[in-house]
């Protein structure tokens, strides 16, 4: 039974990825360049579909009773065949192929179910398959309903359910605790990092090309959350992800205005090139601290446990210098050990010196 759920699940997985895989052959046969695939944003569409179609099948095979395998695999046959008949349609037009009132019409409303499987209902179910409390229930039937409309307009009513979605994960977080809070934390980092990149998907050049970036990234945080493959390093992961963003800001913001304010000072091509250059190593040398400045205050203010912890040692450092007393030192020792590591028990022995064995 086991293997032959891994069938199905694989079977769709190929034909999803077949069918995406088809619509770039059909798009150089439509004068499509890969370039143009891109900016036209057809290629965000036939990527969401590979990946989705591979990321669904190993979830299906390996757990087949968790359905956010199988809803991922659905969509990513939606998303294929929208690739596909998107591609296909225009060209059965031209040639006088055949299907073409077919793909037409599945053209118009495939990629639509895609869409709401994939960013309404893993944000619903993610990562067990069900949702957060009983009360969440008609939201899912509301979105699942939805979903299976094929027109634009009903299509348009299931967008909002994405705001109440997205509060079922926050609910569930907020219930969560151990492996299933970090499993949260990757899908949201995948998601924190790559939904961003789709915004600018209209600015000429770079937009089509951070929005073709978003899928991996956010299938990446769901399989690392569903798979649970190195899941604490999520903590460690946010907290540099902050602290170097954070020090970007402020190195680009303190540059620009030194640049700025120095430059309309001064006057010369030479002049501007020794500004900037000064401005530079300025830049250069308060990366340092104000690295160190910025991860002390990360630390602060996300990072209580870790903060207060680097504070008692080295409190605790400054007061071993002027600790002359062994019993002192050992009973301090093991005060510092208990609040910061906090274990179940704590000994400490001391080798004894020449001096005391003599004695």
């Known amino acids: 039974m086991r293997r032959r759920t891994a069938l199905v699940a694989w079977a769709m997985g190929g034909l999803s990825a077949g069918l995406a895989l088809a619509a770039v052959v059909l798009a150089g046969r439509n004068g499509e360049s890969l370039t143009e695939l891109v900016f036209n944003h057809h290629a965000i569409g036939i990527v969401s579909a590979i990946g989705l179609a591979v990321l669904g ?188 963003g954070l020090l970007t800001v402020s190195l680009a913001a303190a540059y620009a205005a030194g640049v700025l304010l120095l430059g309309g000072t001064v006057s010369g091509e030479r002049t501007n090139s020794l500004v900037v250059a000064a401005v530079t190593l300025a830049v250069a040398a308060i990366f340092r601290p104000l690295r160190r400045a910025i991860q002390r205050a990360v630390d602060r203010r996300f990072n209580r446990r870790a903060y207060d912890a680097a504070a008692t040692i080295e409190g605790f450092a400054v007061r071993l210098r002027q600790q002359v007393d062994p019993d002192a030192l050992r009973d301090e020792l093991l005060a510092l050990v208990d609040q910061t590591v906090q274990p179940t028990r704590a000994s400490l022995w001391l080798r004894p010196t020449r001096q005391d064995i003599r004695s």
Do not use: C, H
């Open 57 to 244: 099948a190993l979830i299906a095979g390996r757990r087949p009773g968790n359905p956010i395998g199988w809803l991922m695999s659905v969509g990513a046959l939606f998303l294929g065949v929208f690739s596909f008949t998107q591609q296909y349609a225009p060209l059965a037009v031209a040639e006088s192929l055949p299907g073409v009132d077919l793909a037409s019409w599945l053209a118009a409303w495939t990629n639509l179910p895609g869409i709401a499987i994939t960013i309404t209902f893993i944000f619903q179910l993610f990562p067990d398959g069900r949702p957060p409390s009983p009360r969440w229930r008609p939201v899912v039937w509301l979105t699942a309903a939805a979903t299976v409309i094929p027109t634009a307009v009903l299509a348009a009513r299931a967008w909002p359910v994405r705001g109440p979605a997205l509060a079922a994960l926050v609910v569930r977080f907020r219930r969560s605790a151990g492996t299933e809070r970090q499993q949260i934390k990757w899908f949201a980092y995948g998601a924190m990092i790559g939904i961003p990149l789709g915004l600018p998907a209209e600015v000429p050049f770079w937009g089509p090309i951070l929005e073709l970036v978003q899928p991996p990234l956010m299938f990446t945080g769901l399989g690392i959350g569903m798979f649970r493959y190195r899941l604490y390093d999520i903590d460690r992961l946010l907290n540099r992800t902050l602290v170097y």
